[in-house]
């Protein structure tokens, strides 16, 4: 093996007639099984929980009178 070849020296588009063969480093994809699909659901489920009941507790505090708002202007 020589090197790589000046621009001079090689035909003009050589390398698009050229079938190159090259490896990628990327991750297989995750198989998907039934216990992946339950995981899945149940991280999302629990996120809908959360959502749900952070909403709750702000509308709880901003937008409902508070009780003992009486007593504490006394």
């Known amino acids: 093996m020589q ?7 090689r035909p003009k588009n ?6 190159l063969d090259f490896e990628h480093n990327v991750r297989p994809p995750p198989v998907i099984t039934e216990e992946v699909t339950a995981s899945l659901e149940e991280l999302i489920t629990k996120g809908i929980i959360e959502v749900s009941s952070s ?5 709880m505090k901003y937008f409902t009178p508070n009780r003992y708002s009486s007593f504490l202007d006394q």
């Open 55 to 59: 909403l709750t507790y702000y509308y």
């Open 3 to 9: 090197g790589e070849v000046t621009a001079s020296k």
């Open 14 to 19: 050589s390398a698009l007639e050229v079938d």
